[in-house]
């Protein structure tokens, strides 16, 4: 069992099969050591999207899952960039997190911080930047989206 697996297996995550893209795009690009993952929404495994707007229709814990699910299905891409070998990955570099929310939101950081706090426990390397963006629609009616860049081996 690899590495990134045994992480996994210890904090009961799987990471899930990605959806396919919802438009004209990649789901992700290589460039020389880096993998840019495409914006991720936040799909569960049963093919439904968490939609709304932040706190006005859902709440900050479930977009702080939603966080969660997207980064889950970015690391669902980037296994397939690796050819579905995860200890690849040397670390994530950046994530990028868009929130649907009302113009008076202020806690983009605590929503994102459900995608951040998963990335940390898989990868202890080191810490990612980031950046958490508050905008007035998603695709689909995603409550939340993520875009993110790894660095391979």
């Given at each position: 069992?690899s590495k ?7 904090i009961?995550i ?11 795009y ?8 880096l993998?840019?993952v ?6 569960t ?6 939609t709304?707007?932040?706190i ?6 479930q977009?702080?899952k ?11 891409q980037l ?6 070998n995860?200890?690849?990955v040397?670390?994530c570099?950046?994530i ?5 929310c009302?113009d008076?939101?202020s ?42 860049i790894?660095?391979?081996?």
């Amino acid at each position: 069992m690899s590495k990134i697996e045994e992480i996994l297996k210890k904090i009961n995550i799987t990471i899930p099969n990605p959806p396919k893209p919802v438009g004209n795009y990649a789901t992700f690009s290589r460039h020389e050591k880096l993998i840019f993952v495409s914006g991720q929404l936040p799909v569960t495994s049963d093919g439904k999207i968490i939609t709304g707007k932040v706190i006005k229709e859902i709440s900050l814990k479930q977009a702080q899952k939603a966080a969660e699910i997207s980064i889950l299905n970015a690391l669902g891409q980037l296994k397939i960039a690796c050819n579905g070998n995860l200890d690849h990955v040397k670390s994530c570099i950046r994530i990028s997190g868009y929130v649907n929310c009302l113009d008076n939101f202020s806690d983009h950081a605590k929503v994102i911080n459900g995608a951040s706090d998963l990335i940390t426990k898989i990868f202890t390397v080191n810490l990612h930047s980031r950046i958490a963006i508050g905008c007035n629609s998603l695709p689909l009616n995603a409550c939340v989206e993520i875009e993110s860049i790894f660095e391979t081996n």
